[in-house]
T-cell receptor, first 111, second 114 residues
Framework: KQEVTQIPAALSVPEGENLVLNCSFTDSAIYNLQWFRQDPGKGLTSLLLIQSSQREQTSGRLNASLDKSSGRSTLYIAASQPGDSATYLCAVSGATNKLIFGTGTLLAVQP | NAGVMQNPRHLVRRRGQEARLRCSPMKGHSHVYWYRQLPEEGLKFMVYLQKENIIDESGMPKERFSAEFPKEGPSILRIQQVVRGDSAAYFC????????????FGQGTRLTVV
């Protein structure tokens, strides 16, 4: 049974810092890994999708890497801003796009 | 191209009533997924539907919950005889294909059972 874990559960950093969020999964037979952002009381915004054949994806200040064999992904956020404060979720999918979500990392960027 | 639309955004029901949650997928998407986020818990898969078919309902509670995605109209998640423990945020996602594509989420329906 696939299990997804995210470390740390919460993180507080001063504005401008670079930071890394970690995601691990127990079954390496995944099709995709997706990173999301969730603001309080809101829906999920897709940040990056990494297909299983890819090693990383970049979008602006965000970079996500995938090491399928070790069951790990990292989300790197450069030059963090207060507007980055949110809960970050990673999720893996198999053959049917059904997503298994991690526990989330609550990020607070202090101005 | 509008995103995934869910309504209502907020729904209050008394114990024992029925709740109907609606999800209109993105244009061109024929695959719909429902997820539930209980308070202080993570998102959990409930059901995967394609037009007129339930593909995977392994995450659906055995009783009181049902889902459909008719040929015309939105997907419906129906909860009969709601209980306090059904209070949660229910999210819908859609994708254009069965696998290997990005899932797009709606804003969710927040159900409160009083």
């Amino acid at each position: 049974k696939q299990e997804v874990t995210q470390i740390p559960a919460a993180l507080s950093v001063p504005e401008g810092e670079n930071l890394v969020l970690n995601c691990s999964f127990t079954d390496s037979a995944i099709y995709n890994l997706q990173w999301f952002r969730q603001d309080p009381g809101k829906g999920l915004t897709s940040l990056l999708l990494i297909q299983s054949s890819q090693r990383e994806q970049t979008s602006g200040r965000l970079n996500a890497s995938l090491d399928k064999s070790s069951g790990r992904s990292t989300l790197y956020i450069a030059a963090s801003q207060p507007g980055d404060s949110a809960t970050y979720l990673c999720a893996v999918s198999g053959a049917t796009n059904k997503l298994i979500f991690g526990t989330g990392t609550l990020l607070a960027v202090q101005p | 191209n509008a995103g995934v639309m869910q309504n209502p955004r907020h729904l209050v029901r008394r114990r024992g009533q029925e709740a109907r949650l609606r999800c209109s997928p993105m244009k061109g998407h024929s695959h719909v997924y429902w997820y539930r986020q209980l308070p202080e818990e993570g998102l959990k898969f409930m059901v995967y539907l394609q037009k007129e078919n339930i593909i995977d309902e392994s995450g659906m509670p055995k009783e009181r919950f049902s889902a459909e995605f008719p040929k015309e109209g939105p997907s419906i998640l129906r909860i009969q005889q709601v209980v306090r423990g059904d209070s949660a945020a229910y999210f819908c996602a859609s994708s254009p294909d069965r696998s290997n594509t990005e899932a797009f989420f709606g804003q969710g329906t927040r159900l409160t059972v009083v």
